[in-house]
């Protein structure tokens, strides 16, 4: 399967920066990597991610704060934020997408990291 690593979480005070970090471990085919978070009674909202080839999706409250970056050797997937803000507080999820190649055809599959809290308070 796909066993996802998490780090970099923690508490930081406004306007400080913070880097998360995701190892995934597979045998299969990573397309996607990227980060999701989710805030005490809201939906999960993109963050942002990246295809191995650069592609980067990201949501609109990033607007340059936050930098996605991938590392294809490592399958490593990593989220640098800055200038952060109270309403950044969540929890940082990492997310895969893979592609597998069964007897029945091509499968695409999501997976997620357990989460890593990531608060910002003075």
């Known amino acids: 399967q796909v066993h996802l690593v998490e780090s970099g979480g923690g508490l930081v005070q406004p306007g400080g920066s913070l880097r998360l970090s995701c190892a995934a471990s597979?045998?299969?085919?990573?397309?996607?990597m990227g980060w999701y978070r989710q805030a005490p009674g809201n939906q999960r909202e993109l963050v942002a991610t990246i295809t191995r080839g650069g592609t980067i999706t990201d949501g609109d409250f990033v607007k340059g704060r936050f930098t996605v970056s991938i590392d294809n050797a490592k399958d490593t997937v990593y989220l640098q934020m800055s200038s952060l803000k109270p309403e950044d507080t969540a929890v940082y999820y990492c997310?895969?997408?893979?592609?597998?190649?069964?007897?029945?055809?091509?499968?695409?599959?999501?997976?997620w990291g357990q989460g890593t809290q990531v608060t910002v308070s003075s």
């Open positions: 997310y895969t997408f893979v592609i597998r190649t069964t007897p029945t055809g091509i499968r695409n599959e999501d997976y």
């Open positions: 597979t045998r299969f085919n990573i397309f996607r």
